[in-house]
């Protein structure tokens, strides 16, 4: 055979499968009975299902109290008290500036009123008296002496506005009133009771939030020296004071609102620090500058139970020359020969040292107030609880408790507020 004829006649065979990959399996022979379940006789494909039944929440079993029940209960407790977290610090950046920004704006109207009382009242009272003898000899070139005018301070009470505060370099303008308790610091900025008033001689001390309640001082650390500081009292007399300085110190370091040179007039301005703590304080001093401020006089305010009490200063106006050499007989009727006007000089060491050293947990007050709060808090959660229980519907419960829950709780942070530091 020529080699060109080698596989001319050959054919492959029909099934080629060198591996036995092609052979059938074998199949199992059922001899027995066939289980009920896996007969398809009794499953038909086109047999329709039923939908599985939804047990309603009220009629399924209770769980056993095993530790998947106790950690259940917990994550959700967590989860609870995380959103109430969350609530209370958006009371604190938000509800707080609203309750502020509201007495704020009832402060302006006290204001209002109290200036308005001072322009009614009668015309200030002119000291003509003349102390001297029927018969004075004094020299009229040098007499330049004039009768004074006098304005009775308005009495006010802790909680009343008594000033108007002006920070520029931070962009602050707030009603001071009067008191520092928390009460009062809720309103706006504070005055000491037992430092005197801006525009007297002293150190006269205004406290104020850092945080929460409008925070006016929050940025009081941002404030350098020269800046400016301008308080217009009840009888519109404008005081601008100039930062001399700043300082942190301890919670007991209460001296730093204390009087200590009773010859000038100085502000202090008080706060928290740092933010969110009552760790420490920062206090802002100024000195008053007379050439821009209305003249030191008697307070446009005072306190009715600190009037008595109040030490006085004698500061003599311009007097007259009395000359022995060329002298002129003055008559009954003169105007009297050196006046003199009283400025009260308040010099209290023991100033409000319980509401400066004030931190957490300081208002004691607060503690019953809080538990009742949250025992009524209790009661509206119960409540909705039976309404659902009864309507066999939760939908029905939580839309009954929504408005007084909400209702309490705002309530029960705001005295939780109350514990928390200035």
Not at 67 to 90: N, Q, T
Not at 142 to 148: A, F, I, R, V
Not at 217 to 235: H, N, P, Y
Not at 239 to 250: A, E, K
Request: charged fraction near 20%; hydrophobic fraction near 40%; aromatic fraction near 10%.
């Amino acid at each position: 055979m020529a080699d060109d004829d080698f596989g001319k006649n050959f054919e492959p065979p029909d099934e080629y499968d060198p591996f036995g990959i092609s052979k059938p399996i074998p199949r199992v022979e059922v001899t027995g009975p066939v289980e009920p379940l896996l007969d398809p006789a009794n499953h038909p494909v086109d047999a329709p299902t039923e939908p599985p039944v939804k047990i309603p929440y009220w009629d399924r079993p209770k769980q056993p109290r095993d530790w998947y029940w106790f950690l259940g209960r917990l994550g959700s407790s967590l989860i609870i008290l995380g959103l109430l977290m969350f609530m209370f610090v958006g009371y604190q950046l938000w509800g707080t500036g609203i309750e502020e920004a509201q007495s704020q704006n009832r402060l302006e109207d006290s204001f209002a009123e109290l200036v308005a009382r001072v322009d009614d009242s009668p015309d200030p009272t002119v000291d003509t008296t003349n102390p001297q003898s029927p018969t004075t000899t004094v020299d009229p070139t040098t007499d330049d002496s004039g009768p004074t005018e006098t304005r009775e301070p308005i009495a006010i009470v802790e909680g009343d506005p008594v000033a108007i505060i002006e920070l520029p370099t931070i962009g602050v303008k707030k009603f001071v009133v009067a008191g520092v308790q928390t009460a009062d610091l809720k309103k706006g900025p504070g005055h000491y009771p037992d430092t005197p008033f801006p525009g007297e001689l002293g150190n006269a001390a205004i406290a104020g939030h850092r945080t929460t309640y409008g925070e006016p001082f929050r940025q009081l650390d941002e404030l350098e020296l020269g800046d400016e500081i301008k308080v217009t009292d009840l009888f519109g007399r404008e005081f601008v004071y100039r930062v001399t300085g700043t300082q942190i110190v301890g919670p007991s370091d209460s001296w730093v609102v204390a009087t200590t040179d009773p010859t000038i007039a100085t502000l202090t301005l008080t706060t928290c620090h740092p933010e969110f703590s009552a760790k420490q304080r920062l206090i802002v001093s100024a000195e008053l500058d007379t050439t821009v401020s209305a003249p030191v006089d008697l307070p446009a305010a005072a306190y009715p139970s600190k009037n008595a009490s109040a030490p006085t200063t004698t500061i003599p106006e311009p007097t007259s020359t009395v000359s022995s050499a060329s002298s002129t007989t003055v008559a009954d009727t003169a105007t009297t020969v050196a006046p003199t006007t009283t400025v009260p000089v308040v010099i209290d060491d023991e100033v409000e040292a319980d509401v400066f050293e004030s931190g957490w947990f300081s208002d004691g007050a607060a503690w019953p107030h809080v538990l009742t709060w949250i025992a009524l808090e209790i009661l509206v959660v119960w409540g909705a609880w039976q309404v659902a229980k009864r309507f066999r519907n939760r939908l029905i419960g939580a839309a009954v408790g929504f408005v007084p829950f909400f209702v309490v709780l705002y309530f029960v942070f705001q005295n939780v507020n109350r514990l928390l530091p200035p």
